[in-house]
């Protein structure tokens, strides 16, 4: 599949963000316009925090 510069992506198992770095460079570095959503699970079904959002959101503030 191909997603215009201007398109829109969608990740639902995003896990460390790779998807949304690799949006972000790619508006920053190539002039794209792209819109993104992630989607993660943020604990497991007794309540224990997976950590995946914490290590992904560190990720994303690298980018920014």
Known sequence: MVTPKD???IDVTAGSCTHAV???ELNRD???NLKWVNIELDKDEKGN???YVDFGNK???EVI
Request: a negative charge; charged letters at 20%; proline letters at 0%.
């Open 7 to 9: 398109g829109f992506t």
């Open 22 to 24: 690799a949006v972000m």
């Open 30 to 32: 190539e002039n794209y």
């Open 49 to 51: 925090d997976l950590g």
């Open 59 to 61: 990720r994303l503030a």
